[in-house]
Nanobody, 124 residues
Framework: VQLQASGGGLVQAGGSLRLSCAASGGRFSLYTAAWFRQAPGKEREFVAAISWRGGSGTYYADSVKGRFAISRDNDMNTMYLQMNSLKPEDTAVYYC?????????????????WGQGTLVTVSS
């Protein structure tokens, strides 16, 4: 499956952005999907994940819980990340990822497919 992330940009602290991840070339509905981010000079870190069923099968990093919301539309082969109350420390390149195998949903190494990343910059 190929993934294409979009929706990044420059926003002031306290603002909102919605990222999208469009999937093609596979049955996206079979994949667990997630968002990771990587700030300059830092390792890639988990942001949020959603099970193939969607709904209540969502998981968040503590740093974004209550501010970010992950969702998916399997009919549209698309995943979203609604980001509210953005902070300067949320500045990073955001990557979408997908996997079919089990294992931790928050571990980079378990994901087989990655999008190219979209830059989110939050100014103070």
């Amino acid at each position: 499956v190929q993934l294409q992330a979009s929706g990044g940009g420059l926003v002031q602290a306290g603002g909102s952005l919605r990222l999208s991840c469009a999937a093609s070339g596979g049955r996206f509905s079979l994949y667990t999907a997630a968002w990771f981010r990587q700030a300059p000079g830092k390792e890639r870190e988990f942001v949020a994940a959603i099970s193939w069923r969607g709904g209540s099968g969502t998981y968040y990093a503590d740093s974004v819980k209550g501010r970010f919301a992950i969702s998916r539309d399997n009919d549209m082969n698309t995943m979203y990340l609604q980001m509210n109350s953005l902070k300067p420390e949320d500045t990073a390149v955001y990557y979408c990822a997908a996997k079919t195998r089990g294992g931790s949903f928050s571990t980079v190494e378990f994901y087989d497919y990655w999008g190219q990343g979209t830059l989110v910059t939050v100014s103070s």
